[in-house]
Nanobody
Framework: QVQLVESGGGLVQAGGSLRLSCAAS????????MGWFRQAPGKEREFVAA????????YYTDSKKGRFTISRDYAKSTVYLQMNSLKPEDTAAYYC???????????????????WGQGTQVTVSS
């Protein structure tokens, strides 16, 4: 079992920044990759970014590349999502997921993640 706890969400004005954290515990040695997804009201959960647990590879959607940066602190078993130049359309609940296996499938696939956190709300005001 892997437990994930997100934090760092909040209310920010457009153009501002936030850093989200996702702390993993439990069988963290079994994690292959961690990802951030987000879900706005009435919309499906969508991929934001992912990082392999080794930290050697990162993945982003094209629209987030340059504004968002994913990183991880291996010693703290924590993954971060630095979000800059936030826009009102970034408003959503942000979730981190843990993927145990390297199936070779794309990292932006929701169904390839085995564990999820409870989410943290990000609200960007205009």
């Amino acid at each position: 079992q892997v437990q994930l706890v997100e934090s760092g969400g909040g209310l920010v004005q457009a153009g501002g920044s936030l850093r989200l954290s996702c702390a993993a515990s439990g069988r963290t040695f079994s994690i292959h990759a961690m990802g951030w997804f987000r879900q706005a009201p009435g919309k499906e959960r969508e991929f934001v970014a992912a990082i392999t647990w080794s930290g050697s590879n990162t993945y982003y959607t094209d629209s987030k590349k340059g504004r968002f940066t994913i990183s991880r602190d291996y010693a703290k078993s924590t993954v971060y999502l630095q979000m800059n130049s936030l826009k009102p359309e970034d408003t959503a609940a942000y979730y981190c997921g843990a993927r145990l296996g390297n199936s070779g499938r794309p990292y932006n696939l929701l169904t390839t993640y085995d564990y999820w956190g409870q989410g943290t709300q990000v609200t960007v005001s205009s």
